[in-house]
């Protein structure tokens, strides 16, 4: 099973969040392969998909009205764009290269190519910020994928208690990152 990108974590909907993460896991394979095709490594590849996801998160309001085998089309376009211009930015990189590597997080997944341009590590300082159950949940859910159902049975807690805390969890998460220092 391949990570969900943390960018749908801070999707204000959770309609959007589930229909892009439902759109993501169908055709990961599909967007990964053309990302491949173009960048030749599957690090470059997994960054083009992220970054492929980031777009999209843009465009969900007429990735709705689309067909599927439109919709398909749509995500493929658009990973070959980012991995294009993925690509056009680690030439321009590599022309301007100080000898410093850049101090970035293993890219081996692909929400960190995305994450590490948005700064992984806020992200991370900001989930340990939440509270103990908000933050607890959103490990499980995110980070071991398990679903609501399994979450509420570890816990002792109905299904839609842990959907709550998911809910409030994004909110607090989202205006972490917008700089809201007195968010909980």
């Known amino acids: 099973m391949f990570p969900l990108p943390l960018i749908l974590l801070v999707l204000d909907s959770r309609e959007d969040r589930d229909f892009l993460e439902a759109l993501y896991r169908e055709h990961y394979r599909l967007m990964y392969y053309q990302a491949l095709k173009i960048t030749h490594t599957p690090e470059a590849a997994q960054d083009a998909v992220s970054d492929a996801i980031l777009a999209l998160t843009q465009k969900i309001d007429l990735l709705r009205t689309l067909p599927r085998n439109k919709q398909a089309a749509y995500l493929v376009i658009t990973v070959k764009h980012q991995a294009l211009n993925l690509l056009g930015r680690k030439k321009r990189e590599d022309v301007t290269w100080d000898g410093n590597l850049p101090e970035t997080p293993d890219a081996a997944r692909p929400e960190d190519g995305v994450m590490a341009r948005a700064g992984v590590e806020r992200i991370k300082r900001a989930i340990l910020r939440l509270p103990p ?35 409030r969890a994004r909110d607090h998460l989202a205006a972490l990152l917008q700089g809201k220092e007195d968010a909980p």
């Open 133 to 167: 159950r908000e933050k607890e949940i959103m490990l499980m859910r995110y980070f071991r994928e398990m679903k609501d159902d399994e979450i509420a049975k570890e816990l002792g807690v109905r299904p839609g208690t842990v959907r709550v805390h998911l809910t």
